[in-house]
């Protein structure tokens, strides 16, 4: 009898371990499941942070440059779309800054980026380029479509009516449009675009006008911008 109550004894004590160990490893389980969804959403936050525009919550350089990279290896992999791209740069920003201070000239910059925002496609892609310059690519966008949508986003500018604080005048931006050819690089058409930029704000700004293979590169940036 003695015997058989040590060996129930032993069996009771194992099951007892049995179910406390499974406990344990239920307990680390969860807990490794809690780290794992802690460090996803750690890498999402700085992956938001390290391609997201701090001012305008647009996307930034970083992440245009990775775009535009993309359609380069799409079209070095044979899989070439076209696209377009519209910069569009505020008029006469240096001016407001240097008239009213960098705070207004911010929130001048984040009104800006929610009308492009609202304005675009949901395939497009609108990121803050640097300064008070803007850019958006329109993928599958023709160059016969592209101007009457560079328009759409200047005008959707012009409809915010942001006004200055003297009252004199509503802001408003100019914009250079280019679309791609087979074969080029980005850096071809971003040039083009800057051009084009360049050429509507030589021509009174508040304007839109698309690329035409312009000879003459400008002389240099004109600061009344």
């Not at 069996?11 to 499974?22: F, K, N």
């Not at 509503?170 to 930029?197: P, Q, W």
Request: glycine fraction near 6%; charged fraction near 30%.
């Amino acid at each position: 009898a003695d015997v058989d109550f040590s060996c129930q004894d032993l069996l009771e004590r194992a099951r007892m371990q049995m179910v406390q160990t499974s406990f344990e490893l239920v307990s680390d389980l969860s807990n490794t499941k809690t780290y794992c969804r802690d460090l996803e959403d750690t890498n999402r936050q700085l992956e938001h942070q390290s391609t997201t525009d701090g001012l305008t919550n647009l996307k930034n350089r970083f992440a245009l440059d990775q775009e535009l990279k993309s359609l380069d290896e799409a079209n070095t992999r044979g899989n070439a779309r076209i696209y377009s791209l519209v910069m569009m740069d505020i008029d006469k920003f240096k001016g407001i800054n240097d008239s009213f201070g960098h705070d207004f000239g911010d929130e001048v910059l984040r009104k800006v980026g929610r009308a492009l925002e609202e304005a675009a496609r949901s395939t497009d892609f609108v990121a803050r380029y640097g300064g008070e310059e803007f850019m958006v690519i329109l993928p599958n966008c023709s160059h016969e479509d592209a101007a009457s949508v560079a328009e759409r986003f200047r005008t959707a500018i012009g409809d915010r009516r942001i006004e200055v604080p003297d009252g004199s005048r509503f802001v408003t931006a100019s914009a250079g449009v280019a679309t791609s050819n087979e074969g080029e690089l980005y850096e071809v058409i971003v040039k083009r675009a800057d051009k084009a930029l360049y050429q509507a704000k030589q021509n009174g700004r508040n304007r839109t006008v698309q690329w035409l293979d312009f000879n003459a590169d400008p002389d240099g940036e004109d600061d009344s911008q």
